[in-house]
C-alpha cells in the first residue's frame, strides 16, 4: 500500500490518485537567472526519484515542472550581462537542461514558461478580481488573503500572526496600497526600463505566485494529484498558490503535497542557497566529480530529510557506486561460461523476488530511499555470492541483471554493459598480460598492470579469469 506524507495534513495518507493508474504532479522549477546549485538540484532529484518510483509501480505520470524566466533577478542580471531578460532565461534554461541531463533526470512531460502563458495569466487574475478575491490600485493588483478562510492551512500559520508583507517578493513602498498588510501581489505596475505586458491595469509583469497557478492548472487541470518542491516553498509560494487557485477554480488544488528537505553545509548544518553565498553549484561540482556519483549523493537519502553536502558523503557515494558497478561487471562476466539453467535456479530466483518485494514495501512508505537502497545492496551482495560460484546459470544471471537494472532506474544510475565499457586497447592489454603470465614473463605481466593502474583500470585475478574496473577519482 503506498502511503505519502502529506504536508497539508501533516501525517502519511494512503495514495489515491484521481484517475486510477494516473498521476498528475506539478513540482516548482527553477528561477533561470544562473546556474543551479547543489540544493536546486536536490529538488530536481529528490522528485526525479519520486517520479521514477510511481512509474516502476505502473503509473503513468504526467510531471509538469515550470521555469519562471519572469522575476526581479532575471531583469538583475540581464542587465549586468547586457541581455535581455529572455536571453537570460534561454542561457540558463539550457544550462539546466545540461546539468540535469548529465545528473540523469527525466525531461519533464512539460516545462511552461511564464513568458509564454502570460493571457492566461492575466485572464486568471481577471477572475479573482471578478469574484472579488483580489484589487486594483495603481496599475497592481493585489490578491484579499482574509477573504479566503483556509488561508495558512498548509504552513500552519495563523493569518493575525503573519507579519507586514506575506510574500517574499513583493516591494516594500506597495505597502500602503493594500487594503491589508498580509494581502500579496498578484500584477505589478512596470518600473521604467523593466520587461512588461499589456494588461487591463497597465503595462505591468504578473507576480511570482500566480506563475504556478496558472501553468499548473492550464496543464494538469483544476485539481492536481501531486504538488512538490523545496520545503522553503512552503510559505509562502505553496500557501498563496491554493489560496489563488481555490478561489479561481472553487476545487481543491492539490490533494498531495510533497517537500523536499534542504541540502546543508558546515557544522552547523546551514542551509545551502545563492543569498547565503555558501553553495556550490552543480556545473562545477560536475567537472569534478563523475555526475553519476552526484545523482547517487543526491538520490541516496529520504526526500524529506536534510542532506549534508561534504567530502565525507561524496566519497561514500563514489565507493557505493563502484561497488554497485563492479558487482554489475561480476555478473556480465559470468554470461561467457554459465549454464542455460542448473537446478537451484528456483530458489535463486525467488530470493531475488523476495528482495524486490521487501524493496517496494520499504518504498511504499513515503519513497524511503535509505530503506529501499537497502535491498539493492542485498541484491548485489547476492550477485557477488552467485558471481563466484564455480557454475552459474544463465536464467539466474539474467533475472539479476534486470532486477538490479531496474532497481538503481529509479536512482537514476544507468549501467552499462561491460563489452559497451570496454576499449579494443585495454582488451588487449588484458589479453597480452594474461599471455604473459602464461609465458611466466612476470615482469611484463606487472608491467601492463602498472599501466592499466596508470590509466585508471583496476585489475582483479580470479579463478573465473581476469576482471576488471574503472577506478574512482
Not at 34 to 56: K, L
Not at 343 to 370: C, G, R, V, W, Y
Not at 407 to 418: K, N, P, T, Y
Request: glycine content about 6%.
Amino acid at each position: 500500500m503506498l502511503k505519502i506524507y502529506n504536508t497539508l495534513t501533516n501525517q502519511k495518507e494512503v495514495f489515491t490518485p484521481l484517475v486510477p493508474g494516473k498521476i498528475s504532479m506539478y513540482v516548482c522549477g527553477p528561477t533561470v537567472y544562473n546556474y543551479i546549485h547543489i540544493g536546486n538540484a536536490r529538488s530536481t532529484v529528490a522528485f526525479d526519484t519520486v517520479r521514477r518510483y510511481f512509474e516502476y509501480r505502473g503509473f503513468d505520470v504526467n510531471y509538469v515542472s515550470n521555469f519562471t524566466d519572469v522575476d526581479d533577478k532575471i531583469i538583475k542580471r540581464a542587465n549586468e550581462e547586457g541581455l535581455t531578460p529572455e536571453q537570460i532565461a534561454d542561457k540558463y534554461i539550457e544550462a539546466f537542461y545540461e546539468d540535469t541531463d548529465a545528473l540523469h533526470v527525466k525531461r519533464a512531460t512539460k516545462n511552461p514558461r511564464v513568458m509564454e502563458n502570460m493571457d492566461d495569466i492575466i485572464t486568471f487574475v481577471e477572475d479573482l478580481i471578478e469574484k472579488e478575491y483580489a484589487y486594483e490600485v495603481e496599475g497592481d493588483v493585489y490578491y484579499r488573503t482574509r477573504k479566503f478562510k483556509n488561508y495558512g492551512q498548509l504552513s500552519d500559520q495563523n493569518i493575525d500572526d503573519l507579519r507586514a508583507g506575506a510574500s517574499e517578493r513583493v516591494e516594500a513602498d506597495s505597502q500602503t496600497k493594500k487594503e491589508d498588510s498580509v494581502d500579496f501581489a498578484l500584477w505589478k505596475a512596470a518600473k521604467p526600463g523593466e520587461i512588461s505586458w499589456s494588461s487591463p491595469w497597465g503595462e505591468g509583469r504578473p507576480g511570482w505566485h500566480i506563475e504556478c497557478s496558472v501553468m499548473s492548472t492550464k496543464f494538469l487541470g483544476d485539481t492536481l494529484d501531486i504538488h512538490g518542491g523545496g520545503h522553503d516553498l512552503t510559505f509562502p509560494h505553496h500557501e498563496n498558490e491554493i489560496a489563488q487557485s481555490e478561489a479561481h477554480t472553487g476545487h481543491t488544488f492539490a490533494n498531495y503535497w510533497m517537500h523536499n528537505g534542504f541540502v546543508t553545509m558546515g557544522d552547523d548544518d546551514e542551509k545551502m542557497s545563492k543569498s547565503l553565498g555558501n553553495f556550490v553549484l552543480a556545473h562545477d561540482l560536475m567537472k569534478q566529480v563523475d555526475p553519476q556519483v552526484v545523482r547517487f549523493f543526491l538520490a541516496s537519502a529520504h526526500y524529506r530529510s536534510p542532506l549534508r553536502f561534504n567530502e565525507e558523503n561524496i566519497q561514500d557515494a563514489i565507493n557505493n557506486l563502484n561497488n554497485l558497478k563492479t558487482a554489475y561487471a561480476n555478473l556480465n562476466y559470468r554470461f561467457e561460461d554459465a549454464k542455460d539453467s542448473l537446478a537451484d535456479d528456483a530458489d535463486h530466483l525467488q530470493a531475488i523476488e523476495d528482495i524486490k518485494a521487501a524493496f517496494s514495501e520499504a518504498m511504499d512508505d513515503d519513497i524511503n530511499t535509505p530503506n529501499g537502497l537497502t535491498e539493492v545492496y542485498r541484491l548485489m551482495r547476492e550477485i557477488n555470492i552467485y558471481t563466484n560460484e564455480a557454475e552459474v546459470s544463465k536464467v539466474v544471471l539474467q533475472a539479476m541483471k534486470e532486477s538490479f537494472v531496474d532497481l538503481l532506474a529509479i536512482f537514476g544510475v544507468a549501467l552499462s554493459d561491460e563489452k559497451e565499457l570496454l576499449a579494443d586497447d585495454i582488451q588487449a592489454l588484458i589479453d597480452e598480460r594474461n599471455q604473459a603470465r602464461a609465458d611466466k614473463n612476470f615482469a611484463r605481466a606487472d608491467e601492463i598492470r602498472d599501466q592499466l593502474k596508470d590509466q585508471g583500470i583496476i585489475l582483479d585475478d580470479t579463478a573465473q579469469g581476469t576482471r576488471w574496473k574503472r577506478e574512482e577519482a
